[in-house]
């Protein structure tokens, strides 16, 4: 089966401060999911992205799908940023939306 | 509003109980999932049901059946409760190409 790892695993972060979140997958994919878990386990979609760029507000992320990898981008991070942040992806040789989750970046940022 | 909504939030059991969790999505996607989040945060498919047909099932015990009344609407019936099945349980939905929608979590404990 596919392996899907993010780096780093924990990460702490004074408020204000930017980062880069990494997902390395070893095998091609259909679909890229970025998630995050906020501190009451709430899961939220941040993007959908199995190629390219894409921005929303202080967050961005990029999958450069043909070197297996998609890069989150949190700038000017707030503690409300805190959480788990999932990468995501449905295996080209997996079952049709099976979703295959990395085993997340601890985030934690302080005030 | 709620997209995708699931109930109870919190469930408490004895062990041999059978129990049910509920879920419902008011997106009109065509595909929902059930996912499991263990003690380490570790996310993995269940199940997921597209019109009415079952079409993933990972090496889930048959205690485990996924019930879906109509297209909005996708039930986890667990029958003969274990202690190793407690954990966090998601239910998700998504359109083909898309990306997966989750709810808020049931949180099932198993005395």
């Known amino acids: 089966g596919i392996q899907v790892e993010q780096s780093p695993p924990d990460l702490i972060l004074q408020e204000g401060a930017n980062s880069t979140l990494r997902c390395n997958f070893s095998?091609?994919?259909?679909?890229l999911q970025w998630f995050h878990q906020n501190p009451w386990g709430q899961l939220i979609n941040l993007f959908y992205i199995p190629s390219g760029t894409k921005q929303n507000g202080r967050l961005s992320a990029t999958t450069v799908a043909t070197e297996r990898y998609s890069l989150l981008y949190i700038s000017s991070s707030q503690t409300t940023d805190s959480g788990v942040y999932f990468c995501?992806?449905?295996?080209?040789?997996?079952?049709?939306?099976?979703?295959?989750f990395g085993k997340g970046t601890k985030l934690s940022v302080k005030p | 509003d709620t997209a995708v909504s699931q109930t109870p939030k919190y469930l408490v059991t004895q062990m041999g109980n059978d129990k049910s969790i509920k879920c419902e999505q008011n997106?009109?996607?065509?595909?929902m999932y059930w996912y499991k989040q263990d003690s380490k945060k570790f996310l993995k498919i269940m199940f997921s049901?597209?019109?009415?047909?079952?079409?993933i099932n990972e090496t889930v015990p048959n205690r485990f059946s996924p019930k879906s009344p109509d297209k909005a609407h996708l039930n986890l019936h667990i029958n003969s409760l274990e202690l190793g099945d407690s954990a966090v349980y998601f239910c998700?939905?998504?359109?083909?190409?898309?990306?997966?929608?989750f709810g808020p979590g049931t949180r099932l404990t198993v005395l």
């Open positions: 995501a992806v449905e295996w080209y040789g997996g079952s049709q939306g099976n979703l295959i």
């Open positions: 997106l009109g996607h065509d595909t």
């Open positions: 998700a939905s998504s359109q083909r190409d898309r990306g997966q929608f």
């Open positions: 049901y597209n019109n009415k047909e079952l079409i």
């Open positions: 095998d091609s994919v259909n679909n």
